[in-house]
């Protein structure tokens, strides 16, 4: 298994600013990814975040608005850019480990959005 | 294309009152199944993995089996802490679908 942290672990932005997410996650991991989910809906996959690589992204997101990073194999962040109100909702990291095929989930990000 | 369907979408169950979850998935090369809970406000809870057919796994109240097709999640019992959104997810390659959830309700 895995144990993984996000900060913050909620904020209240302003339109037009940006804010970044991070995820930590306690062992090395292969695949890490980012989500989105609507209060009440199930989760949206935004992005698979590499390591060393570019990001790949999902249907309808794009990186100059979800720009990601991941230097390592237990680090990755998440950057909202340009946040509108559209953009408020609850964001989650997850990650695979090394040999295992399952998937576990940090506590998720609360963003909202003025 | 739907690769994973979950039903009913809520259940309102009484508590000891027996019931199951629905998952169905198509997928081709299916790397493990997996179900969730989530509470509200939190991030999912993984609770189990199935990789074939006829594979079982209990924990406390609840079972998930697995056919071709589909899994269910019994729930045995339950308890009005047993309620949250239960959510299923399969791993083809290196992909992961996960479906909508149900949303169970156990009152005392």
């Known amino acids: 298994s895995a144990v993984i942290s996000q900060k913050p672990s909620r904020d209240i932005c302003q339109r037009g600013t940006s804010l970044t997410i991070q995820c930590q996650v306690d062992s090395q991991v292969t695949m890490m990814f980012w989500y989105r989910q609507q209060p009440g809906q199930s989760l949206t996959l935004i992005a698979t975040a590499n390591q060393g690589s570019e990001a790949t992204y999902e249907s309808g997101f794009v990186i100059d608005k979800f720009p990601i990073s991941r230097p390592n194999l237990t680090f990755s962040t998440l950057t909202v850019s340009n946040m509108s109100p559209e953009d408020s909702s609850i964001y989650l990291c997850?990650?695979?480990?090394?040999?295992?095929?399952?998937?576990?989930f940090g506590p998720g990000t609360r963003l909202t959005v003025l | 294309e739907d690769q994973v369907t979950q039903s009913p979408e809520a259940l309102r169950l009484q508590e000891g009152e027996s019931s199951s979850l629905n998952c169905s998935y198509t997928?081709?090369?299916?790397?493990?199944l997996f179900w969730y809970r989530q509470d509200p406000g939190k991030g999912p809870e993984f609770l189990f993995t199935?990789?074939?057919a006829g594979e079982e796994k209990e924990k406390e109240r609840l079972k998930a089996t697995l056919t071709k097709k589909e899994s269910f999640l019994h729930i045995t019992a339950p308890k009005p802490e047993d309620s949250a959104t239960y959510l299923c997810?399969?791993?083809?390659?290196?992909?992961?679908?996960f479906g909508s959830g149900t949303k169970l309700n156990v009152k005392p």
């Open positions: 997810a399969v791993r083809d390659f290196n992909k992961f679908y």
């Open positions: 997928v081709s090369g299916l790397r493990g």
């Open positions: 199935l990789y074939s």
């Open positions: 997850s990650a695979s480990p090394i040999g295992d095929n399952e998937q576990f």
